[in-house]
């Protein structure tokens, strides 16, 4: 079912229409979105250790909203949940879309948002070794 309130609260923010592409297969990155392969990512950070940021940010539980109209609330537990997930374009944000990862089918993972990007850049310092790969 899809939730019409968070995926307006994704084209305003950030410019994403769930049921397309996003960075960095289409459009410019802006100053608060980074992305990696996804791959990559998972072998030098973890998609583990992402899902363990959040609580920092005050986030118990987000959205996974899905280009297929398959949303759902309160993911939180699963680690999979930012699990690469075969050919769907998955976004995950919370409810009022302040910061977004999106998981492509093309094998990259985009993360957005100011409080985001701070929190990965003290746990993970040499992000930017691995960041932007295509730019």
């Given amino acids: 079912m899809k939730n019409e309130t968070v995926r307006q609260q994704l084209r305003e ?3 994403i229409d769930p049921r397309k592409m ?8 802006s100053a608060d979105t980074i992305y990696f392969e996804y791959n990559v990512f998972e072998q030098q950070f973890g998609v583990a250790q992402l899902q363990n940021l959040l609580p920092e940010l ?3 539980s987000w959205w996974a909203i899905s280009e297929v109209g398959e949303d759902k609330s309160g993911v939180s537990a699963e680690v999979k949940s930012f699990a690469h997930q075969s050919q769907i374009e998955m976004y995950y944000c919370n409810a009022t879309a302040d910061w ?3 998981v492509s089918h093309e094998n990259t993972i985009a993360l957005a948002g100011k409080d985001l990007l701070d929190h990965l850049k003290r746990a993970w310092p040499d992000f930017v070794s691995y960041c932007n790969p295509w730019e």
């Fill in 13 to 15: 923010k950030w410019g």
């Fill in 22 to 29: 996003w960075r960095p297969l289409i459009g410019r990155l």
């Fill in 58 to 60: 005050g986030e118990k």
């Fill in 100 to 102: 977004v990862v999106y």
